[in-house]
C-alpha cells in the first residue's frame, strides 16, 4: 500500500527534552511538508522540503529542526527552545509544487508534561 | 493572520440537508483546495480548484470560486452522518511556490 505514515500516534515528553517526530513516505514524492496544529485553529506550516537535501522555513520555524536525507524520510526535531509544543504534528507529501494537492499523514499528538 | 477564513465556524444539520461552507481569502491565489479531517486524523483532500476556474463538481460536492470577491463555497449535498468532520479550506499564493496556507476550518455535524 502507498502512503505516508508517522510515529508515534501519541509522545509524551518533559520539559527541556528534545523529541524527533518521524514521518516517511513511499509514494515517490518530491515535496514534504511539516504542519502544527492547536485546538480549534487552522494548520501553520512549520518547514517544508522541495527536494532530497533541501529544506526551507515555513511561518513557524523557530524551535524547530528538520532534516532530508533520503527522499521517503522528513523528520522533525521540536527542540527545547519550542516555547510551546504541544500540539498536534502533521506531515504531508505531493508530487511536487504549487498545483499539487497534499497527502497527509495520521498526524502525532505531541505533549509537553 | 490566516489568509483564509472559514464560515460559518461550526454548522449543525440533518441528516439529509445541504451544508454550505464558505472561505474568504486575502490576496491572489493560483488555486484553493478544500480538505477535510475526521477527529483527530490527518486531513483529506477533497478538491482543488484553479484560479481561471468557477466551479467544479466531485461526487456530492460542489465547489465554487469567485476571484473578484477573493471567496469559495464548498456545498455538500445530501449529507449523512459520515459527513461529520471538520473541513478547511487552504489556498496557494500566486507566486507562492508549493506554501499552501490553511483557513480556521468550519466543524460540521450531521446528525440523524
Known amino acids: 500500500d502507498g502512503g505516508i505514515t508517522q510515529s508515534p500516534k501519541y509522545l509524551f515528553r518533559k520539559e527541556g527534552q528534545n523529541v524527533t517526530l518521524s514521518c516517511e513516505q513511499n509514494?515517490?514524492?518530491?515535496?514534504m511538508y511539516w504542519y502544527r496544529q492547536d485546538p480549534g485553529q487552522g494548520l501553520r506550516l512549520i518547514y517544508y522540503s522541495q527536494i532530497v537535501n533541501d529544506f526551507q522555513k515555513g511561518d513557524i520555524a523557530e524551535g524547530y529542526s528538520v532534516s532530508r536525507e533520503k527522499k521517503e524520510s522528513f523528520p522533525l526535531t521540536v527542540t527545547s527552545a519550542q516555547k510551546n509544543p504541544t500540539a498536534f504534528y502533521l506531515c504531508?507529501?505531493?508530487?511536487?509544487?504549487?498545483?499539487?494537492?497534499?497527502?497527509f499523514g495520521p498526524g502525532t499528538r505531541l505533549t509537553v508534561l | 493572520s490566516q489568509q483564509g477564513e472559514e464560515d460559518p465556524q461550526a454548522l449543525s444539520i440533518q441528516e439529509g440537508e445541504n451544508a454550505t461552507m464558505n472561505c474568504s481569502y486575502k490576496t491572489s491565489i493560483n488555486n484553493l483546495q478544500w480538505y477535510r479531517q475526521n477527529s483527530g486524523r490527518g486531513l483529506v483532500h477533497l478538491i482543488l480548484i484553479r484560479s481561471n476556474e468557477r466551479e467544479k463538481h466531485s461526487g456530492r460536492l460542489r465547489v465554487t470560486l469567485d476571484t473578484s470577491k477573493k471567496s469559495s463555497s464548498l456545498l455538500i449535498t445530501a449529507s449523512r452522518a459520515a459527513d461529520t468532520a471538520s473541513y478547511f479550506c487552504a489556498t496557494v499564493l500566486t507566486g507562492g511556490g508549493n506554501k499552501l496556507t490553511f483557513g480556521t476550518g468550519t466543524q460540521l455535524k450531521v446528525e440523524l
Open positions: 509514494l515517490n514524492h518530491d515535496a
Open positions: 504531508a507529501s505531493s508530487i511536487d509544487h504549487a498545483t499539487a494537492s497534499k497527502f
